[in-house]
């Protein structure tokens, strides 16, 4: 294909997971204090899971390999019966984790509609039941919440994670919070990360994705929660040795990579409001609320995979999330520069017209 843009370095916007460390995490990790800690013998990790529990407002905090194994240690922790997890039905937990609820909790998916990410109250009213292994129907197990939603960065409100929490803990159900984005979560609400963490039992979030860390998640939760948390980690094969390595990375994740974050929410926006003036129909520059800009190709023949493809040719990468959208994730290797180069490559496809992409 003639291009009139030279294909520069690429820039990766398929997700925030792809940052690297910083410089300064490098030199934490030279001087960390090490130790075994599946016998809870590293300081550096215990210094990040009480600098996590802090920030989030719980008694206490355990660090994960990953998102996923959190996700799946916080629903084993908190079930006490052999019932439903409800969530809404984009969440990473139903659309991502290889239906690890069903095999290794033995939990049953139970995925509400919604929107952004938000599942209908109404919904959750139906479905809720009160955990039992007696009834006839069987009980919830937990309630999951996602913010901000790993489809298109939506926010959960203040007063639908009130509304969510009090019905579950009406009804004797757990409330669990995946926020692996978490403190995006707290930039765009202008809150610290406890105010959202409130309206949860227990909340994880992840270090490896917009926060630049390599590696590992936190969960947290009551001092009990966190026991009986350790226990599945252990199960799960979680527990690592020296991770005082990765925990200083995270420790200096916590303390300068969160407020940058709306660097990124700023660039995320101007992506969004630049792909609306080469096409309305592209973006919606309103839905955009943290780092996550959805670009919908609905009015192309072509789908989501085939931009995919076009846009890499340019060296820009991109991830689609349906047949017809595709997602773009601004992170801290994506700076105003990269977001222009972006722009210009949406302009000059649509100058050329590629037949792939649209009718002749
Ligand atoms: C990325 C993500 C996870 C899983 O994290 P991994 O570390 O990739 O396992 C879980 N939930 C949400 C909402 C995520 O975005």
Redesign the pocket.
């Known amino acids: 294909m003639q291009k009139f843009t030279a294909v520069g370095p690429v820039i990766d916007l398929r997700s925030d997971?792809v940052t690297k460390p910083t410089p300064a995490m490098f030199s934490r990790m030279a001087s960390a204090e090490l130790g075994d800690d599946g016998r809870g013998d590293d300081p550096t990790v215990k210094e990040l899971e009480r600098a996590s529990a802090t920030l989030l407002g719980k008694e206490a905090a355990v660090f994960l390999p990953?998102?996923?194994?959190s996700?799946h240690v916080a629903i084993l922790a908190h079930s006490s019966c052999r019932g439903e997890v409800i969530g809404e039905a984009s969440s990473?937990i139903f659309r991502s984790e290889m239906g690890g609820l069903s095999l290794l909790a033995g939990l049953y998916p139970r995925p509400l509609p919604g929107r952004a990410g938000a599942m209908h109250i109404d919904e959750l009213e139906a479905w809720l039941r009160p955990p039992s292994l007696t009834s006839h129907s069987l009980g919830t197990a937990v309630v999951c919440m996602?913010t901000t939603n790993?489809v298109g960065g939506a926010v959960l409100s203040l007063d639908h994670m009130r509304d969510v929490c009090t019905k579950s803990w009406q009804a004797g159900v757990p409330v669990h919070l995946?926020g692996?984005?978490l403190f995006n979560a707290a930039i765009a609400l202008g809150v610290p990360a406890s105010t959202i963490a409130a309206f949860a039992d227990s909340a994880t979030f992840?270090l490896?994705?917009g926060l630049s860390a390599p590696v590992g998640?936190v969960l947290a939760g009551s001092r009990l929660f966190i026991e009986r948390a350790r226990g599945f980690r252990k199960m799960f094969g979680g527990n690592l040795r020296q991770a005082g390595l990765l925990a200083a990375c995270g420790l200096v994740a916590l303390e300068e990579c969160t407020q940058r974050l709306a660097d990124d929410h700023l660039n995320a926006r101007r992506l969004a409001d630049g792909l609306h003036r080469v096409d309305p129909h592209l973006v919606n520059p309103a839905d955009v609320a943290t780092n996550m800009v959805l670009v919908n190709v609905g009015r192309s023949v072509a789908d989501a995979e085939q931009w995919m493809r076009v846009l890499s040719d340019y060296g820009v990468l991109t991830a689609p999330v349906s047949t017809d959208r595709l997602r773009l994730v601004v992170h801290r290797h994506v700076d105003v520069s990269s977001i222009e180069r972006v722009l210009i490559v949406f302009a000059e496809i649509y100058l050329t017209r590629p037949a792939t992409l649209f009718a002749m």
């Open positions: 997971t990953s998102g996923t194994m996700n990473h996602e790993s995946d692996a984005r992840c490896s994705k998640s």
